[in-house]
């Protein structure tokens, strides 16, 4: 398939690694911020090319698993009205909420649809039916865009029973946070997608304010073996920048349509990040003028008291900061497995834990 | 549903279907086949090529042509589905019929006696359908269409109960009766699918206990049948895949972790409980009338033979040990003990691989048609191959005793009848004094076909790669309590370099002598004994340790002496030894009852989730004698629970250590985990995380045991391999 | 869901193409996207075209890769000397 097997090249991988070999003279830890990276980084078996000095954490670029609770509790509580549709990408299905999922309500009888866009679930709502239709707008700065095309589409042809559920957030001040708290980090394996949308200019803070190297990243293994090989010269030299690996899609301004888009359906708002906490402007809310589409503030829910118990021993919010990895879990392999997850991570096949529970090889 | 025009036509090697219709209908069409399959069913594939099909004015389903050289498949027993259930309240022949079945579900390899699978080739050949099942029988749309045991009340087996001297049939009053007799704290001899099993309430202490006596039987746990999954869940603690393969139509043993007690007696203070779920129509009949929500359900034997299955045999045997019996009027075929599983990590441990998996195939990546593979002596099960499928047999038994090797034979003779099997190549263990060497030295001069014998642990190794289809070098590591080794030594604890063909030995645990030989197995006092020795020799006080409390001081000295002088001590580097020394050092279980049971108590101690460890040494071998010594350290101050925990941790971490080691020096990164002593649920988590940590890709058995059970299919692929069959 | 795949534009109608990944055709919104022509790449996210693949940057990144590959086989062969 082109503009994918060229960057699979066997030859290519093995020169890559051997370059960073030979460059990595120190030790370098770089944290990558996607789950689109941190699936490929494992997949390809990346960790095992590189030398015992590079070391690559995984940060919170899951969409899915820093999602919180009180989002899944909402749907699920908007399901279960009568006049309801509620329409989801497939990850969100089996995530836990406080007592319980989506997938387990739609067992229950809910009617909750599996959408791969949201046009998708435009469409439910254009087909006659006289139910609400709620869609779950979950991703960042690379899913928003399409959400705020689907609601201005629902505005121009005049839909009266579409609305959003948003918990689109935006990464960089994620990753602000990240830096500020601490952790040791030479530099990020930033995400090409996102960059796509928003310009590497968006990342620039992280080479200018705080000096860390940055590096935007394609998703085959040549791109973040090149990108490695790429910041480790950026340490070296001590001359971080946001520099553009996947210059195949990403530009310094990014995609000026879709930024302009998202900025005219929302507004940047305060949000809470499972693991992180609150983080101010991370999150993009519906503006006034396209209230009517905001499901929260056009369907009220009954007032409930959500009584949220994290596993005692689940350290998902450890795992999304970076600060530990999924082995370091008691619960992991053992108690925590795909099959009978007992956090977020595990979930998401773009989570952390989920992806490590793919070396153990099942039939 | 969908309008569509075509025929059936049901083929030995898949089935054909002509349908016409526009693309889009085929394909949801499609879609259904795979979604509605009935739960036994396995839709290995489904190809859609588009043809010119015409002149179908309905949808038939073609009479099949038997092609008596195709060889088919023989389902395992499927447990009783939910709609034979209610028909036993609602179908008005069969209500209360207790051998209700359909195409669904019921009896399959326990009363097959051949092939292409037919009534005539069942153990249902005597009863002959009346008209009215006939006409189920034939009729397409009917649930029970084709289905080879069908029968009714009228036509069908019947169950009959002896009480003392009075035989009583008709099924009402016999369920009244064995349903008192449980009730007053009586056992009852129960004729199951694939066997005799002994039946009696697991709440009352006095009825087990009573039970285990009469039956001779050591301290083994008993398993148990609860009524239903509610009950399940207040007994026992459950996950979802725990959930799920308790459920499941194969309906097999579950060992779950305790919440709340049964009789003592019944797990004699083990944390986890072997349950089951009713897969026969009478359990479900009889939880109707029980008191109890949960009985014990232990197989109709004596220690070591296999399960009773003959009429008379039971009459004989069993009517002592309860003083009743409930039987019926068809002859079991294939003798089947329960099966036994595990969840960890998620994923299956067959612990035992009986009913409910059995015949069932293993797909391979090679061929290995022609080839018997004789298994070894613990928890023996042979093998043969057939194109590129494996074909286990059910769990033999250890074959110690003559009528167990009876049992062997006899199921071997029975697999080459109903495969329609020639054996070209023979493999077998290179132990020189198993059964089934002996057997495969017999076979090899009778039938003068290649004999090849192979290493143990390679085989167990080797039967984890057949089921994940690796075919290349590996880091297998083998941990289990014995195994012959080349050297002449026993080996247990093997880090091997292993392909399918061959394998060197990268290292292994330290080699302890075996006071004893096997009473060392029995008595786990003398490991402990003999690892303390070996390392700390005269400078520990074995006297004031409560490890040797329960032993005479003149025992003490005499192993001690033995060990001195080489006497009656061969040399083990089984892992089964390190665990049964630990145990009976911190004063778990100086004597065993059963066996692994040192290592059970073991692990069944743990209640700690600490993560630290005790020191050991990897030096030319693994040496745990830092290990035992913090051990002794610990126990002055250190509870039991804690303590097992870190040595688990300790053992955990040394394997680890040893892997990474290995893939420093060859660059490979597969970890290949079997034996036995990977059915420790803690043990084999904690090494699974910490390989995981270290990005090693780490495959374990899931299709076959780890134990000895599954050592015959790494012997059929590696005889099959050398010999150029298997390329 | 942080996939996006490349894929190729093989029919435009108004604001909707018809995209292929290795055979199997996908619908992708143009809404994000400006002068996209039938033969193009595009990077298809949640059903919407989100960024052009730039034919000539794709191209440089690989001549780049593989000077450097060049300039390693030289050195070691020259090391070897």
């Known amino acids: 398939m082109k503009h994918v097997d060229e960057y699979r090249n066997k030859a290519l991988i093995e020169k890559l690694a051997a370059l960073i070999k030979r460059a990595a003279s120190r030790s370098y830890i770089f944290m990558e911020v996607c789950g689109g990276h941190t699936a490929a980084i494992h997949r390809f078996g990346i960790p095992s090319l590189l030398p015992d000095n590079v070391r690559l954490l995984s940060g919170p670029g899951c969409p899915v698993c820093v999602t919180n609770n009180s989002f899944i509790d909402k749907a699920i509580a908007y399901s279960k009205m009568e006049d309801v549709i509620i329409t989801t990408f497939g990850d969100l299905i089996r995530i836990p909420g406080s007592s319980s999922s989506l997938e387990k309500e739609k067992a229950r009888g809910a009617d909750i649809r599996i959408v791969f866009s949201g046009l998708e679930a435009l469409e439910i709502a254009k087909s006659g039916s006289d139910k609400k239709v709620i869609f779950l707008g979950i991703g960042f700065e690379t899913t928003a865009p399409g959400t705020a095309v689907t609601i201005k589409e629902a505005a121009d042809v005049g839909i009266e029973n579409f609305y959003v559920l948003s918990a689109h957030k935006v990464m960089p001040p994620a990753m602000e946070t990240i830096i500020k708290e601490g952790i040791a980090l030479d530099g990020f394996i930033c995400p090409g997608h996102v960059a796509a949308i928003t310009g590497s200019s968006a990342f620039s803070f992280i080479a200018d304010k705080y000096r860390l190297g940055c590096v935007i990243t394609g998703f085959e293994p040549v791109d973040i073996l090149q990108a490695i090989y790429m910041l480790i010269n950026q340490v070296n030299n001590d001359s971080p920048s946001a520099e553009i690996q996947y210059s195949r899609a990403v530009t310094r301004q990014g995609n000026v349509i879709a930024q302009r888009l998202i900025y005219e359906v929302f507004i940047l708002s305060d949000e809470q990040w499972r693991g992180l906490g609150v983080i101010p402007a991370s999150g993009l809310t519906l503006r006034k003028e396209y209230g009517r589409y905001d499901a929260e503030s056009s369907i009220p829910l009954p007032p409930s008291v959500n009584v949220y118990e994290e596993h005692a021993l689940c350290i998902c919010g450890e795992i999304l900061r970076g600060l530990k990895i999924p082995p370091d879990c008691r619960l992991f392999a053992g108690t925590c497995v795909p099959q009978n997850p007992v956090g977020a991570c595990m979930v998401s096949n773009e989570g952390a834990c989920n992806t490590y529970y793919k070396y153990r090889r099942n039939e | ?727 | 869901m942080c996939l996006s795949i490349p894929a190729k534009v093989v029919e435009i109608n108004g604001n909707i193409a018809e995209v292929s990944v290795g055979g199997t055709i996908f619908k992708a919104g143009l809404q994000l996207v400006e002068n996209v022509e039938i033969g193009d790449y595009i990077l298809l996210h949640t059903g919407f075209a989100i960024q052009k693949v730039s034919e000539k940057e794709a191209l440089e990144t690989l001549k780049l890769l593989t000077e450097m590959e060049n300039a390693m086989n030289q050195e070691t062969s020259d090391e070897a000397c």
Request: glycine content about 6%.
């Open chain 2, 1 to 727: 549903m969908y309008g569509l025009n075509g025929e059936v036509d049901n083929r030995t090697n898949g089935v054909l279907i002509k349908v016409d219709g526009d693309a889009e209908t085929v394909f949801k069409f499609r879609d259904q086949i795979i979604e509605l399959s009935p739960a036994a069913s396995q839709v290995k594939s489904v190809e859609v090529i588009e043809k010119k099909v015409s002149g179908f004015k309905n949808f038939r389903i073609v009479r099949s042509k038997n092609d008596v050289n195709q060889v088919t498949e023989i389902s395992p027993d499927i447990a009783v589905c939910a709609d034979c259930i209610d028909d036993l309240s609602y179908d008005p022949k069969r209500i209360d019929y207790p051998f209700i079945n359909c195409t669904n579900c019921g009896p399959r390899f326990t009363i097959i006696e051949g092939l292409p699978y037919d009534r005539d080739k069942t153990s249902m050949r005597k009863f002959k359908m009346c008209s009215n099942c006939a006409s189920e029988y034939h009729d397409v749309i009917d649930r029970r269409f084709h289905a080879q045991p069908i029968a009714c009340n009228k036509c069908g087996p019947i169950y009959t109960y002896t009480d003392s001297e009075v035989t009583f049939s008709g099924i009402e009053e016999i369920l009244s009766r064995i349903s008192a007799r449980i009730n007053e704290g009586k056992s009852v001899a129960v004729k199951g699918m694939g066997g005799y099993f002994l039946m009696c309430n697991a709440l009352d202490n006095n009825a087990v206990s009573e039970l285990r006596e009469k039956k001779h039987r050591d301290s083994k746990p008993f398993a148990v049948l609860f009524r239903d999954i509610s009950s399940v869940r207040e007994y026992c603690f459950t996950d979802a895949a725990e959930e799920n393969e308790i459920m499941s139509w194969r309906r097999p043993i579950l060992i779950l972790k305790q919440k709340k007690n049964l009789a003592s007696s019944v797990n004699s203070g083990l944390d986890t409980i072997g349950s089951m779920l009713p897969y026969m129509p009478l359990h479900h009949m009889l939880f109707k009338k029980l008191k109890t929500p949960v009985v014990v359900l232990t197989s109709g034997n004596f220690f070591n033979e296999p399960i009773i299955t003959d009429d008379i045999t039971a009459l004989n045997h069993l009517m002592p040990v309860t003083g009743s019996i409930l039987s019926y009027n068809r002859k079991i075929i294939n003798r089947t003990d329960d099966s036994v599983v595990r969840i960890i990590g998620g994923n299956i441990s067959l612990i035992r691989r009986s009913r409910g998996y059995v015949p069932t195939p293993v797909d391979l990546d090679c061929n290995v048609d022609g080839t018997i593979a004789l298994g070894a002596e613990q928890k023996n099960s042979f093998c043969i191959g057939r194109n590129k499928q494996a074909i286990m047999s059910q769990y033999i038994g250890d074959l110690k005793t003559l009528s167990t090797y009876e049992f062997f034979k006899e199921s071997i003779e029975r697999f080459h009848r109903l495969f329609f099997f020639k054996p070209q190549l023979i493999a077998c263990d290179l132990h020189p004094d198993y059964l089934s060497t002996a057997y495969a030295e017999i076979f090899e001069k009778e039938l003068n076909v290649p004999l090849v014998k192979v290493q143990h642990h390679h085989a167990h190794i080797a039967s984890c790669m057949a089921e994940n289809r690796i075919n290349e070098k590996v880091i297998g590591i083998s941990m289990d309590g014995t195994g012959y080794g080349p050297d002449g030594h026993t080996w247990g604890s093997e880090f091997l370099i292993a392909d399918l063909k061959g394998f060197t030995r990268y290292t292994h645990f330290d080699y302890i002598p075996m006071p004893g030989g096997d009473k060392a197995v029995d008595e786990p006092w003398r490991m402990a004994l003999s690892y303390l020795y070996k390392y700390f020799g005269d400078n520990i006080d074995y006297e004031v340790l409560p490890a040797f409390r329960s032993v005479q001081p003149t025992q003490i000295s005499l192993v001690r002496e033995m060990i001195d002088k080489g006497i009656n001590t061969p040399l083990t580097s089984g892992a089964g030894r390190l665990f049964d020394a630990a145990s009976a050092l911190i004063g778990l279980c100086p004597v065993s009852g059963f066996d692994s049971e040192a290592p059970m108590r073991l692990e069944s101690a743990i209640n700690s989730t600490t993560e630290s460890h005790y020191p050991y040494e990897i030096g030319t071998t693994v040496i745990f004698a830092e290990t035992f010594k913090a051990v002794i350290d610990d126990m002055r101050s250190q509870d039991v629970s804690f303590i097992s925990a870190k040595f688990h941790n300790t053992v955990a971490l040394a394997i680890a250590e040893v892997s990474e080691r290995m893939r420093r020096e060859t660059s490979i990164n597969k970890v290949v985990l079997s034996g036995g002593v990977f059915q420790n649920k803690y043990l084999l988590e904690k090494l699974i995380r910490i390989l995981i940590g270290k990005n090693f890709y780490i495959y374990t058995n899931q299709l076959v045991p780890a134990n000895d059970g599954g050592v015959s299919l790494g012997q059929l692929i590696i005889a099959s391999k050398n010999i150029g069959l298997c390329v």
